[in-house]
């Protein structure tokens, strides 16, 4: 089985060194007492936490999975539910929830952290709360303060659980065919009658109840995504007073097996009839939806950092100790029978490009946590615009480019462990089975690239990406006096240019042909993740020789991060000239063959 540390080192340098987060937290209203003693207290307790309750479920959970009971109920792995009641009791889920709703009213970025930590240690377990969170974002800015009395404080407790229900057998990303539909109850409330597939947390044993967040189409409402209404359907209807009334109209008709997560419940929910509650006004659904999406989207990208960090740790431990052949440049183990592998120059690669994804990684997530905390906080009108603006430019992005990396992490870490990693004995399969749902749900890579070049770039006339190749040239600019990072400030700069010259490109011959946008949004939103995660690396690099100018204990550290960034431009960048030419190409080679030549 895999097991996990929390890399506390590493989280401290990125909300200390690079984004000097004290600082950040001192011009947030109401956050200002929130310094680095406080920050470390609860990473401190959080990493003991994920190591010592949750890691040790991972294997666990894998292997017995979620059992459907004859009543429809569904048990959830041994441990699990003890352990989420422990996280409930510590009052892990209210951490950076509205005090109105009995939170503790801590930033996001730190949310993160503790995201991170559990997700890395049992991913499996971690979803069963990390989908609320979408459902009180959801509640808290869409529902009325009826719905908010009702559902926000047990919700923020963690009393009871969230999820969301798009998906139907029929419709996976294209919700404008979505049958499910609502009909208006003499009471106000409305009957929800309809099948959702692929239900993450759908129905578990964890909490006493479970609030499903639901699109389903009044009666007369417009086709397609413009009749679609958002509803809050729980598993047991609450009575006034906040105890839970009688069971409502909704099942798990099958709890689906599947290729990894094996200890989330991934279930079709029958809604026959339920009650539910109309959040906002109707048929407007789908964008009050995507509050919840894109929330999601953003923890999926954590999910993808999870899955590199796990890789990572439990590679470099085994090719420490594994020993075979001799290193070519000379025996590193001359008094053992063979090296360890970690000498071999192939496997210093696989190593080093988990590092360079998983903490390069971490500092752009957290980097999007910190707008995500002005864009809640900040009394800055003029702050939370520039923020949400960067956020959602970064959201699908960190969702693709996060999730593609973990799961070529997660690959490398089976082939760093060679036919061992195969078998099951020490979980690196399951960290590969387990990744692979990264790219798929809450809108796959290619979903994530036609939002990001069709909707936010092309669809702005290039104006959402001028923030963020401002901000790069800036950086560049500002990092010239290090003369070390000039030959990797002149690379960002040649390929923020080039970036910036190929949306040109690309908007010019999708006014020729619309399927230029298709041909090259996969590609694209790979070459911008690339990008970003290169900015990831100068920033540290420069952040590592200003910490060893000043003096430190932990110069090796140090120097580590530095040597990364340089394996980082030397061996991953330039993946992007690939991408560039590949872009280039147009959809010709696409789309030149007819349906009836596809044959085999």
């Known amino acids: 089985m895999t097991t996990y540390k929390a890399p506390l080192r590493d989280m401290q340098f990125v909300m200390q060194d690079l984004l000097n987060i004290e600082k950040h937290y001192q011009s947030l209203p109401a956050c200002e007492e929130v310094n680095q003693d406080l920050i470390d207290a609860i990473l401190g307790e959080a990493s003991k936490f994920s190591e010592e309750v949750v890691a040790p479920l991972n294997a666990v959970g894998d292997e017995e999975g979620c059992q459907m009971l004859e009543n429809g109920e569904v048990k959830t792995p041994a441990g699990f539910k003890e352990a989420y009641q422990q996280y409930v009791d510590a009052g892990w889920p209210s951490l950076d929830q509205p005090a109105a709703y009995g939170g503790q009213d801590l930033p996001m970025s ?23 969170h979408g459902a009180m974002e959801t509640i808290d800015e869409h529902g009325s303060e009826e719905q908010k009395a009702m559902f926000m404080e047990p919700l923020v407790s963690g009393r009871w659980t969230g999820t ?21 109850a003499v009471d106000g409330t409305y009957r929800i009658t309809g099948s959702k597939v692929f239900i993450s947390s759908g129905e578990h044993d964890l909490a006493e109840n479970i609030v499903h967040i639901v699109l389903a189409r009044l009666p007369d409402s417009p086709p397609g995504t413009k009749g679609i209404s958002l509803f809050i359907v729980p598993k047991f209807i609450p009575n006034e007073d906040g105890s839970l009334g009688d069971r409502n109209a909704v099942t798990c008709g099958v709890l ?41 989207r953003l923890g999926t990208g954590l999910q993808g950092l999870a899955h590199s960090e796990l890789a990572f740790q439990n590679s470099l431990a085994y090719t420490r100790d594994r020993l075979q052949m001799r290193s070519l440049s000379g025996p590193k183990n001359p008094g053992g029978p063979a090296d360890p592998i970690i000498v071999h120059p192939d496997v ?47 959201t699908p992005i960190i969702k693709a480019f996060l999730t593609e990396t973990g799961f070529e992490s997660a690959n490398l870490g089976l082939q760093c462990f060679g036919g061992h990693g195969y078998i099951n004995e020490w979980g690196v399969e399951q ?36 923030p963020v190749t401002g901000f790069i040239l800036d950086f560049c600019k500002r990092a010239r006096s290090r003369k070390e990072l000039r030959p990797y400030l002149k690379t960002l700069v040649r390929l923020t240019k080039q970036w910036k ?80 030419e590949t872009m280039g190409t147009g959809p010709d080679s696409l789309m030149k063959m007819e349906e009836d030549q596809f044959i085999f």
């Open 110 to 132: 730190i949310g993160t952290t503790i995201r991170e930590m559990t997700g890395t240690a049992n991913w499996s377990w971690a979803m069963y709360s990390g989908l609320s």
């Open 431 to 466: 960290n590969v089975r387990d990744a692979r749902i990264g790219m798929l749900y809450e809108g796959t890579t290619g979903i994530q690239a036609l939002d990001l070049l069709g909707r936010k770039v092309l669809g702005t006339r290039g104006k959402a990406l001028t």
């Open 501 to 580: 010259a190929l949306t040109r490109k690309i908007g010019f011959a999708a006014m020729r042909n619309r399927d230029a946008v298709g041909a090259a949004s996969v590609d694209y939103i790979m070459f911008s993740g690339y990008v970003l995660l290169g900015v990831a690396w100068a920033a540290s690099a420069r952040a590592a020789y200003r910490r060893i100018e000043q003096g430190t204990t932990e110069e090796a550290f140090y120097r580590a991060k530095i040597q990364t960034a340089e394996f980082y431009f030397a061996k991953i960048l330039p993946r992007t000239a690939t991408l560039l």
């Open 256 to 296: 689906e097996r599947k290729m990894g997560i094996h200890g989330n419940s991934t279930c079709l929910l029958n809604f026959d009839g339920a009650t539910g509650y109309l959040v906002g006004e109707e048929n407007k659904g789908l964008s009050y939806m995507f509050t919840f999406m894109n929330f999601a």
């Open 164 to 184: 969301m229900c798009l998906t139907e057998a029929h419709c996976g990303t294209d919700l404008g065919l979505l049958k499910s539909k609502a009909e208006q």
């Open 348 to 394: 210093r690669r696989m190593l080093l490009t988990q590092k360079a994804f998983a903490e390069g990684g971490r500092a752009l997530l957290y980097f999007a946590s910190t707008q995500g905390d002005i864009l809640t906080k900040s009394d800055d009108p003029e702050a939370r615009e520039l923020a949400n603006h960067v956020l959602g430019f970064l």
